[in-house]
């Protein structure tokens, strides 16, 4: 439930209401994702993996770490228990209709020309189903209705680290069937170049869009759909969200940012802006944008516990 305020200068106020409220016990939230049906997905750990050198993330990990997944899907929560994994997690959605997907952001391809296989599916007992390869440098995941996989990179996946001279996710944005088969790699290069997916939002199975920084035009608002690609130049720059309710999109309005801008699509691909937005909890005070998922028109965010949702279709009828 969302209630809103449009002031004369075109600033939008909307306040949420929690959705549920996450039981995480010890455990720490490690990401939030929206699965294909509108399930929420809270991917925890019981105590977070160390950094290498305080900086990077590895994939495996020497100790075993406990994880939990709380799946939210309107009829209440059910809690999956995945305890003493070797790896890394970053990404949690549902497959194959009762299994989930978890994945590492990193891999590492060894001397030997083996890498890590940092995705792994499990079943709702916490066993493990099968794994495979996704590439190193992810920064976003979603799985489609059809029980694809949509993966994002960022530069160091693009260009390559951690071992990989010639890297899995050069394309920068990839589409893979259940098994880790790739279906589809973005043709990329020229003065569209993903150089850094920043932000992505997997409406379809084959309409996607995706948001990236690019050497030769900065920042771009992009789609495919059934093949085809199109863009829009954006003035937002180092936005990590956005929602999508056609012909209006919806921008973080950066990556520290709390803020939203709403845009209208226009002709020969331009943005035009037209509100700005910010989201207030049921106590009044502004919500932090730190760990959220867009996908379609609706936005999840988790803070202190709770989680609260947007919908882009809604907000418009405030506006």
Not at 85 to 102: A, S, T
Not at 265 to 280: E, H, V
Request: hydrophobic share 35%; net charge negative.
């Amino acid at each position: 439930m969302i209630k809103g305020q449009l002031s004369e200068r075109g600033k939008i106020t909307v306040t949420l209401s929690p959705v549920f409220e996450a039981d995480l016990g010890d455990y720490q939230l490690v990401n939030i994702g929206q699965g294909p049906n509108g399930e929420i997905l809270l991917l925890a750990v019981h105590e977070p993996p160390e950094l290498i050198e305080d900086r990077f993330p590895e994939a495996q990990t020497e100790r075993p770490f406990h994880y939990k997944i709380i799946r939210y899907s309107g009829g209440g929560c059910e809690e999956i228990s995945i305890p003493d994994q070797h790896w890394n997690f970053h990404f949690v959605q549902p497959i194959d209709g009762g299994n989930y997907l978890l994945a590492a952001a990193r891999c590492t391809r060894y001397d030997d020309g083996t890498a890590d296989l940092n995705a792994k599916v499990y079943g709702p007992e916490g066993n493990l189903v099968r794994e495979f390869l996704l590439g190193d440098g992810i920064e976003h995941l979603f799985v489609t209705e059809q029980n694809n996989i949509w993966t994002g990179y960022f530069d160091e996946g693009i260009f390559g680290n951690y071992g990989w001279d010639e890297p899995v996710g050069s394309a920068g944005l990839i589409r893979w069937d259940a098994n880790g088969n790739i279906l589809y790699e973005y043709p990329n290069g020229g003065k569209h170049q993903i150089v850094d997916c920043y932000a992505m939002n997997v409406c379809g199975d084959r309409d996607v869009w995706f948001y990236y920084y690019n050497d030769y035009n900065d920042f771009e608002l992009a789609r495919y759909r059934d093949g085809a690609l199109s863009y829009w130049k954006t003035d937002v720059e180092s936005s990590t969200a956005f929602l999508v309710h056609k012909p209006y999109i919806l921008f973080k309005a950066g990556w520290d940012d709390n803020r939203f801008v709403l845009f209208e699509m226009g002709k020969k691909g331009k943005l035009k802006r037209k509100a700005r937005l910010s989201f207030l909890d049921e106590k009044g005070k502004e919500i932090p944008m730190d760990i959220l998922s867009c996908r379609r028109s609706q936005m999840a965010v988790f803070h202190e516990d709770k989680v609260y949702v947007a919908d882009l279709e809604e907000i418009l009828k405030i506006w």
